[in-house]
């Protein structure tokens, strides 16, 4: 337990509260807000894109990287824009609560355009700021307290929405859940600029602008192997993202109700995912990154085959507990080491930048290709030759990783982040 309790792990959970609340305000509770505002499930559906704000990231995240702000830039790059996004994301969660769904629906998008927005730019800046007060060996644990932080902020901001709701309505209910970006700017007030943050090169004019903008990039491009290592990055959560997004409804086929849907996926899952993540970060502290890396690929494509078991027993408590239970420890561990590994990508001089390019790129294909296929691959194959289909399509990043790691791409990839040397360059 002990690396867990030290003061930059600590600070990682803190930042993974904050970080969760942007997205839990439209990526879950605002379906129940405006369906409850009588808008037709057409137009409540359609506000999920607003979420694919988050894989533009790297578009603006050089500005984060480069830009010095007025005033606040004494406090150093990386504290300033952490209170400047921190503070713009929960001024923009309050226009969210102020606005009236069913009085003006189109007042009610760009609301939650700005919500994405800044909480996509609030996400850049933790990123950076949590991979910067991280030592290499803590970036295990570290990745492994931030998803705590992210999973505990989701259902807290959630919950304290919908119970205020219930009362008090919406509009206080949103309001009230801005409190959730202070975590991360409070961590920042008490630890300061972080003492690994390289910046890069001094430029002026317009010199400044292309380096902060283009030169994260070069970088990392420049490194042996960069495009497989980006390859990998695109394709090693499609097996598992396609799978889960259709458990619901497989149990639905399968005549659950929603009350064993209750216990069995989101309780058994809730527990099993927390235990993941704590397993995740003992393995990446004890094993190294290269063989918890792939371990946990292992462990996410084999857990996609414990569903074709439950759709092949049928509706079962037991079956369903532990397919569920095992998908979420999987993925719990997975995240973790997995979101380590890319953690130790990064150059120091381009944190926030690259880190940005990596997570979008992360989930960018999945989510695209599991809304356009997903539905159509369950009716054509059924559910148990569909998640058999899930295992094999997880295989390729397994093997890719394995093969990266035995010809010394994954060490030829790692960035300063995960391998510092004097000076913070490699």
Known sequence: MRPYAEREPLAAFFLGVSSAFPFTMIGATLTSRLAQAGIDKKSVTAFALAILIYNLKPLWAWVVEGVRLPVLGRLGQRLSWLVLAGSLAALAVLNLARVDPAAGLGETVVAALLVAFTGATYDIVIDAYRIEILRPEQLGVGAGMSQYGWRIGSVAAGATALVVAQTY????????CA???????LVGLVLGEPTR?????ERRGWAEIEAAAVAPFVEFFRRRGAWLILLFILVHKIGDTLGQLT????????GYSNTEIAVYDVGVGFWAYLLGIFAGGALYTRAGLKPSVLLSLILMAVSNAS?????????NNVAMAGAQGFENFASGV???CVVAYFSALTDLRYTAAQYALISAAASVVGR???GTTAGTLVEQFGYLNFYLFTTVVALPGVFLFWWMSRSGLVDASIGSAGAEEPGGVR
């Open 169 to 176: 309505g919406w509009n206080w209910g949103y309001a009230l």
């Open 179 to 185: 409190v959730y970006a202070l975590p991360a700017m």
């Open 197 to 201: 943050h390289r910046p890069p090169a």
């Open 247 to 254: 458990v619901r409804l497989l149990y639905n086929d399968l």
């Open 307 to 315: 569903f074709a078991g439950l759709a092949l027993v049928g509706h």
């Open 334 to 336: 997975g995240g973790v």
């Open 368 to 370: 695209i290709i599991t």
